[in-house]
């Protein structure tokens, strides 16, 4: 497969003036006729004319309105064409029915819709399919579906047809067409300068009940974007769709934003807390891309991460203004460590901005995304909020309407700043993640800390150069006030210290506060000084840092010299789950133990070969005996954590309930499941219905439960998914794959809906016991469905690999399993380029 570099990238060697596109609908042969209007470049550095284009029959095509001949060749076709502006005609033929990969134009329970991102817009029409060619488009839409949207704003509709008219210039990538038997929720927004926006969410009958909250989060993203962005939207309309078949969280296409139903349908009875924070995040999310990577778009694909580090970012800053900041910062942190750390630390690793790719939609990656949003974020703390929110400003006005690059933006930031971005750009060229080790010493009056800054090779990348590492740091005396607030060091140098003076005693440090900047803090440090800080940090982040390394540890003792469970660390979490000053929150993101994959990764950063089942045996273990150590209080605390009255889906009442069911975790390990089987039957929302049930399953108690919720939802797809993964991951570690491949042969099992596909297969994968069982079962279920899957859908596919990613973590033997599948895969007959990719990758 061919491999495309950063360094050849060459501007089109045309412009695209305007684009006139009309669908005649049939689900097996949809014809769609385009008129392009093509303007040569002068001095082109690739003056020649190549359309991308694939999986098109073409009908026929013309310049001018004469018919001409293309040659068509691998990936699209190329044309003799006059040196002067001239008008570019084609008639495809495509068949949406038979599309199962989810990209281009494809079909949905009988609705066609579009998925263009990054590169299926060629398999709609012949078309120059690159970000950086921008036009505006016109759409007419020929067909019997009562409803049929595209991009922009709504123009001429009557029996049979739909126009539709995007002012604003936008690469083909945000193209998009729905058109089905769909209903809308609608509300309205004003704009800050006056303007009357109609928004819309549409849905299939039946799910416009399950529209009001995904409606009020777009109107408070709206809103959100213009007071900290400055930001407005643009278009009369926005509509928002729903899709049950989709292979990505949601879509953010001008004007019309297409999304997996799991992302956008939300109720009290069939939607976690989780959902709901959720849903609010992905839709402001996509809104935000509005000014985000639609008025600013990427020049190339190695870009990515301008449009979606920054958009991670934005939508992150929303929800910690919506709901509680240290909260949603812990949370990001535990994400970040569970799927960006181990793909950054193995054989995927890749820069923010990638050199290369094969198939960039396996570029749609937490490194890209989350990582992507950590280096802005320590932009920010680096300049300053003023700077931060001025160079933004510059960003907007400079570059709206334009396709760019890594240096636009961080030009914006030394032309706000005068701050040379030179070693900061490091963040987005390198790959790994940089360990920070760190000594202090105290003479009776000066503290000094000295960090060592070290990154390990990764492909393709043997030489690491220092980073700029924006540390946070506070201090803290015996009593655990603070001595000095928090201070942003700047480490520039590959060894460097910092000192504090006048400090009469020795004052206990808080380091990389907030978590300032996504490394690895390698600190030596007594459990009594964690403890320490687990009662007292000031700062909400190291806080619960200083708690989660006990936990950590003490599993590592656990596992490593058969230790029992650490006493005072069990007092520690004890005494602060029982604080009522505390947020519940807070307190449950205490109490979740780390998970058994990160338990995973730091054996074998300490030079341990992880034993998945001695890593499940301690967690065990050590639930068991916080039950047990707790048994006196844990009826009492379950009370008093109840919510009562109406659910309600906002932070607060989702603290609680977070705080409630993991108490509640606890207590169905002593009372036998009494108290969640109450709660099972009272439950009137989907998260206690589903916590309860969960802590049934994981006692084995469940199974009356488990059957009345399938007779209860089995038609509904969303709560159906849940179902099938609780199923897995629940699963005792020896069964778990063959309870997988139960479900695979249910009836309800659909290979072609990714959403079902990722419930079961996600919960294997994302069962550690279970997935690395010594047997291989894991290995091998997750091998052959993937080699069924790639037929169908690739992008899905390839992204699910990752699964094994860590392998080379673990044991000779289970070494051994991986390598048979992964070869096995590879060795398949057909297999897609972008799974190819990606088990290649992970082979090396
Ligand atoms: N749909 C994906 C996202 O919004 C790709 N742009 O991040
Ligand atoms: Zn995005």
Redesign the pocket.
């Known amino acids: 497969p061919e491999t495309f570099y950063l360094k050849d990238y060459k501007p089109f060697g045309f412009e695209v003036e305007s684009v006139e596109l009309i669908f005649r609908l049939a689900p097996e042969a949809t014809r769609v006729l385009s008129k392009i209007r093509f303007v040569p470049r002068e001095g082109a550095a690739d003056p020649r004319f190549f359309l991308h284009g694939e999986e098109l029959e073409l009908i026929s095509a013309q310049i001018d309105g004469e018919p001409v001949a293309p040659r068509l060749i691998d990936g699209g076709l190329e044309c003799d064409v006059p040196s002067e502006p001239f008008t570019w005609e084609s008639e495809v033929q495509i068949n949406p029915a038979a599309n199962t990969a989810l990209e281009g134009l494809y079909m949905s329970n009988g609705m066609y819709c579009t998925q263009c991102?990054a590169e299926g817009f060629r398999k709609i029409t012949f078309y120059p399919d690159r970000p950086d060619v921008m036009s505006t488009f016109k759409v007419r839409i020929e067909g019997t579906e009562p409803v049929m949207l595209s991009n922009g704003n709504p123009g001429d509709s009557g029996a049979g047809f739909a126009e539709w008219h995007d002012p604003w210039p936008k690469p083909a990538y945000l193209f998009a067409l729905v058109a089905g038997e769909l209903v809308n929720h609608p509300d309205r927004f004003t704009t800050a300068s006056g303007k009357d926006v109609e928004l819309n969410i549409w849905v299939r009958p039946g799910d416009e009940t399950k529209c009001a909250f995904g409606m009020e989060a777009l109107k408070k993203s709206m809103t959100w974007d213009e007071e900290v962005y400055g930001r407005e939207y643009d278009l009369d309309v926005f509509n928002i769709v729903a899709v049950d078949d989709f292979n990505?969280?949601?879509?953010?296409n001008k004007g019309l934003n297409i999304f997996n139903s799991s992302c956008v349908l939300a109720s009290p009875e069939t939607s976690t807390d989780m959902n709901f924070e959720r849903i609010e995040a992905i839709i402001a999310?996509?809104y935000f891309?509005n000014w985000t990577?639609n008025r600013i778009t990427c020049r190339d694909w190695f870009q990515l991460c301008l449009k979606?580090g920054l958009?991670v970012y934005r939508d992150a800053q929303f929800t910690a203004d919506m709901r509680s900041e240290p909260v949603k910062r812990i949370s990001d942190v535990i994400d970040l460590r569970a799927r960006q750390f181990p793909e950054d630390g193995g054989p995927l690793a890749h820069p923010p901005r990638p050199e290369e790719f094969q198939e960039i939609n396996n570029f749609?990656t937490a490194t890209v995304?989350e990582k992507g949003a950590e280096v802005i974020g320590m932009l920010k703390r680096l300049v300053g909020d003023e700077a931060y929110y001025k160079a933004l400003d510059l960003y907007f006005d400079r570059h709206d309407g334009q396709a760019c690059t890594i240096e636009d933006w961080l030009e914006v930031f030394e032309d706000t700043t005068g701050r040379d971005m030179a070693q900061f750009k490091r963040w987005y060229s390198d790959a790994g993640t940089p360990r920070l080790k760190v000594a202090e010493e105290y003479d009776g009056e000066t503290f000094t800390l000295t960090f060592q800054q070290s990154t390990a090779p990764t492909p393709g990348q043997d030489i690491k150069e220092p980073r700029v590492i924006p540390i946070a740091v506070g201090l803290l005396n015996d009593a655990g006030e603070e001595v000095v607030p928090t201070t942003v060091l700047e480490m520039t140098e590959a060894e460097q210290s910092f000192t504090f003076e006048g400090l009469s005693e020795r004052p206990v440090p808080s380091i990389l506060r907030e978590f300032s900047a996504p490394v690895v803090l390698e600190r030596e440090t007594s459990a009594a000084e964690r403890t320490f800080l687990l009662a007292h940090d000031t700062d909400p982040f190291n806080r619960w840092e200083a708690g989660r390394a006990l936990a950590r540890e003490a599993r590592l003792a656990m596992i490593t010299e058969g230790a029992a469970p650490d006493a005072a660390y069990l007092e520690a979490l004890t005494s602060l789950v029982r604080d009522d000053a505390l947020d519940p929150a807070f307190r449950a993101l205490v109490l979740s133990p780390p998970s058994q994959s990160e338990i995973a990764q730091a054996l074998h950063e300490a030079g341990t070969t992880p034993d998945p089942a001695a890593i499940h045996d301690a967690a065990e273990t050590f639930s068991q005996t916080l039950a047990q150590a707790m048994a006196d209080s844990l009826p009492r605390l379950y009370a008093a954590t109840t919510v009562d009255g109406p659910y309600v889906p906002d932070a607060e009442g989702a603290g609680k309930r977070a705080l409630n069911s993991a108490i509640l975790g606890l207590l169905s390990r002593i009372d036998g499941g009494e108290a969640a089987a109450k709660q099972y039957e009272a439950a009137d929302n989907m998260t206690l219905q589903l916590s309860a049930l969960a802590c049934l399953l994981r006692i084995e108690k469940g199974a009356d439960q488990s059957a009345a919720f399938f007779e209860q939802w089995k038609d509904d797809r969303l709560v159906m998914d849940k179902w099938f993964g609780l199923q897995v991951s629940m699963a005792r570690p020896e069964a778990a794959a063959d309870v997988a491949r139960s479900l695979c042969d249910h009836a309800l099992f659909d290979m072609k809906n990714p959403n079902r596909f990722r419930a079961v297969m996600g919960a294997l994968a994302g069962h550690h016991a279970g997935f690395h069982h010594a047997s291989g079962a894991g290995y091998a279920l997750l091998a052959e469905k993937l080699i069924a899957l790639d037929a169908l859908n690739p992008q899905t596919t390839a992204r699910m690999c990752a699964a094994f990613q860590t392998w080379k973590r673990y044991d000779d033997d289970r070494q051994g399993k991986v390598r048979v599948e992964l070869e096995r895969i590879l060795a398949t007959e057909g297999l897609s380029r972008d799974t190819n990719e990606m088990v290649s990758r992970i082979l090396n």
Do not use: D, F, I
């Not at 990505?248 to 953010?252: H, I």
């Open positions: 991102e990505m969280g949601a879509m953010e999310h996509e891309h990577g979606e958009t749609y995304y």
